[in-house]
């Protein structure tokens, strides 16, 4: 969303680093250096959000690379997130189905956790209904659909 007050216009959906980002990738000058799946994530958002399907996709493979190597990893904090950005934007799936499977695996904690809170209804059914979701009772995971529904 762009803001002008005082005939200044004020960017406010995109951090400053990723429009930095964005801007250095325009002039020809991209270079991308990796720091968290969190900001990966957002920085993909913010080329997604100004139509640079050149540039998410550039992310998109460097990071799969990272992915790959194991140098990047999912955390609990942002596999869901993670998940719904790259079941849409990513062409290969392959980010999309290592975040996955990252939840999947770690389902019980994910579901004690709020991130999983902001699932669409068809994405956690997706996931609850996968066999090979990781949880200890099926209380544990209906305790997460009530606090599903109440978010």
């Known amino acids: 969303m762009i803001l002008v007050q005082n005939g200044l216009n004020q960017i406010t959906d995109v951090a400053s680093k990723h429009f930095e980002c964005i801007v250095q990738y325009l002039f020809g000058h991209f270079i991308w250096t990796f720091t968290t799946m ?4 957002s920085q993909i958002e913010a080329a997604n959000t100004y139509g640079l399907k050149a540039l998410y996709d550039d992310l998109f493979e460097k990071l799969a690379q990272l992915v790959i190597k194991r140098l990047a990893v999912f955390n ?4 869901c997130r993670a998940w719904v950005l790259f ?3 990513d062409k290969n799936n392959m980010l999309a189905e290592t975040a996955r499977d990252y939840i999947l695996k770690n389902a019980a904690e994910i579901l004690r956790g709020d991130t999983f809170l902001d699932l669409s209804k068809n994405d956690l059914l997706d996931i609850l209904k996968d066999d090979n979701l990781a949880v200890e009772s099926e209380l544990d995971v209906y305790k ?4 599903w529904g109440a978010h």
């Open 144 to 147: 997460a659909l009530i606090r």
């Open 76 to 79: 609990n904090g942002v596999a």
């Open 87 to 89: 079941k849409t934007l």
């Open 38 to 41: 969190e900001s990966a994530c």
